[in-house]
Every structure is written in C-alpha cells, then in structure tokens.
C-alpha cells in the first residue's frame, strides 16, 4: 500500500504526523512548525483539519478542543485582489 498523504503541498503522510505524535509532540503549532503542514500554497486548507483529526484521535481529545494553528500575514505586501482571488498573479 503507497503513502498516505495529509499534506500534498508538503509531501507529509499520515505516519510523519503519527511519528511525531508518538514522540510527545502533541501541540498543532509544533507540528506546524516540525512538519510545516499549513505552509504550502493552499496554506493548509487541506492538511489542517485532517491533521486535527489525527491529533484529536491520537491524544483522545476531541478536534473542537484543539485550537487552529495562527495565520501568519504575508511577509510582503499583496494586492487585495490577489487573496480574493480576482488576479492570477
Ligand atoms: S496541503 Fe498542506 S499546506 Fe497545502
């Protein structure tokens, strides 16, 4: 069976996120940072819910309780249009 991918932007699996985990880190911001996991181009519309998912099944928590990692603003300035996505720039 291939890999299984949290993170496509990242290549991050399934067993990257466990591993870490495993090892006590159990805060998503250290994950985040570890694995950088929110950090690709869909800055983790994709990876972050499923990554919550995972921590919450792994620390017996459930995933409301687990707080979303913080947004970081863009390091240099972006046109209004750009983030609303009326510009392919
Ligand atoms: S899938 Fe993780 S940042 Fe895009």
Redesign the pocket.
């Known amino acids: 069976m291939g890999k299984k991918i ?5 290549d ?1 699996t399934v067993e990257d996120v466990e591993a870490l985990i495993d090892s006590g880190v159990t805060d998503i911001e250290e994950l985040k940072r570890l694995l ?13 819910p499923i990554v919550l998912g995972i921590l919450a099944r792994k620390t017996g928590r459930r995933q409301e309780e687990i707080p979303l990692p913080k947004a970081r603003v863009p390091i240099r300035p972006v046109r209004v249009e750009v983030i609303v996505g009326g510009d392919d720039e």
């Open positions: 949290v993170c496509r932007c990242n991050v950088r996991i929110g950090m690709g181009p869909c800055q983790g519309r994709t990876c972050v």
